[in-house]
Nanobody, 124 residues
Framework: QVQLVESGGGSVQAGGSLRLSCAAS????????MGWFRQAPGKQREFVGG????????SYADSVKGRFTISRDNAKNMVYLQMNSLKPEDTAVYYC?????????????????WGQGTQVTVSS
């Protein structure tokens, strides 16, 4: 069982930046794919981006490409989502997810483990 805990959410004005963190309860995320998703009120959970721990390949949704960056810290066993040039439409609860997948699933059902989410609010 993998437990994930997100942190770093908050309120920011449009154009600002936030960095979300995701801590895992297991000693190593080697072999895992890590995903970030978000869910706005009344909307489905949507893929933001993902990272293969082995090889560090990444994938991003078109809506965040060029603004958001996923990275990892091997020593701390953590994954980060750096969000720049934030827009009001980025407002949502952001979730970290993990799966023992050989690729980067873009659907929520592709992930077995989820964090509790952290709220990001971007005001205009």
């Amino acid at each position: 069982q993998v437990q994930l805990v997100e942190s770093g959410g908050g309120s920011v004005q449009a154009g600002g930046s936030l960095r979300l963190s995701c801590a895992a309860s297991i000693p190593s995320l080697s072999g895992f794919t890590m995903g970030w998703f978000r869910q706005a009120p009344g909307k489905q959970r949507e893929f933001v981006g993902g990272l293969r721990w082995s090889g560090s390949s990444t994938s991003y949704a078109d809506s965040v490409k060029g603004r958001f960056t996923i990275s990892r810290d091997n020593a701390k066993n953590m994954v980060y989502l750096q969000m720049n040039s934030l827009k009001p439409e980025d407002t949502a609860v952001y979730y970290c997810a993990a799966d023992r997948s050989l690729f980067i699933p873009t659907q929520a059902r592709g992930y077995d483990y989820w964090g509790q989410g952290t709220q990001v609010t971007v005001s205009s």
